[in-house]
């Protein structure tokens, strides 16, 4: 008879020693929501080797799409000529290898990217890194119209697990303005068509301000006669993975904005909000001036802890 130890062992050698198709295909995570298989898209590289760490893109559908499509968007394969999207998501086209693991959730359709499917797109990242090595420091978004939208929630509320976002034509979920100077330490880049119907152009230049206010490091390329299929261009050849693998997640940042209204969103990178008003948006703004020397600004926050173990300005330091 197993003991408990012995079995949970025994399936972990297994599934290290699980060989994964390369190329596209659907996997399956179990939501713990709701006991139920949740699909996802995934690509695997021709060469793929438990013996390096790869880089990891979540990519994020838009209206009426869904996860099969949408891997196919990310590697600038559209449509065929005529070809509507049902007969596109039967079969998958022929896709330049690249050294990224890729993984497109479904996230329930389309309901945006808050709640559930907020959750769910977590656990596709905590599936992905429990199949696959993954360099935790070169974990990437992007999406286009509902995902990009969904891309910069996820990326201001979460800003410490992004290495760069990268998102087409975003409509932008109400309640992300404010949230903006969180991406202070992720470097931005919005696609978008001039001629947008959906998307209008106005509203994404207006993002691209915003972010340039709060010191974003963000660039923006508009195309113009596009219309809401700018991503057709931005993905064009599989080229948004050389922009996203220029950068590395910046661990331990000098400097660390953060705002939020939930304690579900309470921390970024070496800060904490331990006593705030939900509802209310808080804020800190924190920044070593030299070594050892911290300023700190805060705004309807009542308390918060500073994690500074491990920072390099902070060697043998404040504790």
């Known amino acids: 008879m197993f003991k408990h130890a012995g079995l949970v062992g025994a399936l972990a050698v297994l599934a290290a020693a699980q060989v994964y198709t390369s190329g596209p295909q659907v996997v399956t995570f179990l939501s713990d929501v709701d006991d139920t298989d949740q699909p996802y898209a995934l690509y695997v590289p021709k060469q793929y080797s438990a013996t390096k760490k790869y880089p990891l893109v979540i990519s994020l559908h838009g209206t009426y799409s869904n996860h099969r499509l949408n891997l196919r968007r990310v590697f600038g394969k559209g449509n065929r000529m005529s070809e509507t999207d049902a007969e596109a998501t039967r079969y998958w086209p022929v896709m330049k290898d690249v050294e990224f693991i890729v993984a497109s959730p479904l996230a329930r359709g389309t309901i945006g990217y808050k709640g559930?499917?907020?959750?769910?797109?977590?656990?596709?990242?905590?599936?992905?890194?429990?199949?696959?090595?993954?360099?935790?420091?070169?974990?990437?978004?992007?999406?286009?119209?509902?995902?990009?939208?969904?891309?910069?929630?996820?990326?201001?509320?979460?800003?410490?697990?992004?290495?760069?976002?990268?998102?087409?034509?975003?409509?932008?979920?109400?309640?992300?303005?404010?949230?903006?100077?969180?991406?202070?330490?992720?470097?931005?880049?919005?696609?978008?068509?001039?001629?947008?119907?959906?998307?209008?152009?106005?509203?994404?230049?207006?993002?691209?301000?915003?972010?340039?206010?709060?010191?974003?490091?963000?660039?923006?390329?508009?195309?113009?006669?596009?219309?809401?299929?700018?991503?057709?261009?931005?993905?064009?050849?599989?080229?948004?993975?050389?922009?996203?693998?220029?950068?590395?997640?910046?661990?331990?940042?000098?400097?660390?904005?953060?705002?939020?209204?939930?304690?579900?969103?309470?921390?970024?990178?070496?800060?904490?909000?331990?006593?705030?008003?939900?509802?209310?948006?808080?804020?800190?703004?924190?920044?070593?001036?030299?070594?050892?020397?911290?300023?700190?600004?805060?705004?309807a926050l009542d308390a918060f802890s500073l994690t500074l173990k491990g920072h390099p300005m902070n060697a043998l330091g404040i504790q």
């Not at 800003?159 to 976002?165: E, K, M, S």
């Not at 950068?247 to 939020?260: A, I, K, L, N």
């Not at 939900?278 to 030299?290: Q, Y």
Request: include cysteine; charged fraction near 25%.
């Open 116 to 299: 559930i499917a907020e959750k769910d797109v977590y656990d596709v990242l905590a599936d992905v890194k429990r199949r696959f090595s993954i360099d935790d420091d070169r974990v990437y978004l992007t999406g286009l119209d509902m995902g990009g939208g969904g891309a910069l929630w996820l990326g201001l509320t979460r800003p410490d697990v992004w290495a760069a976002i990268a998102v087409i034509c975003p409509a932008v979920p109400s309640g992300t303005d404010s949230l903006a100077g969180n991406a202070l330490n992720i470097p931005v880049k919005m696609f978008q068509g001039e001629l947008d119907p959906v998307v209008p152009a106005k509203e994404t230049r207006r993002w691209q301000d915003l972010l340039a206010r709060v010191g974003v490091k963000s660039e923006y390329v508009e195309y113009p006669g596009i219309r809401h299929n700018a991503w057709d261009v931005a993905y064009r050849d599989a080229s948004v993975f050389e922009w996203l693998g220029r950068h590395t997640r910046d661990r331990y940042p000098d400097q660390v904005r953060f705002s939020s209204n939930s304690y579900r969103y309470g921390s970024a990178y070496w800060v904490r909000f331990d006593v705030m008003t939900p509802g209310t948006l808080a804020s800190i703004e924190a920044k070593f001036v030299a070594k050892k020397r911290l300023t700190v600004q805060t705004k």
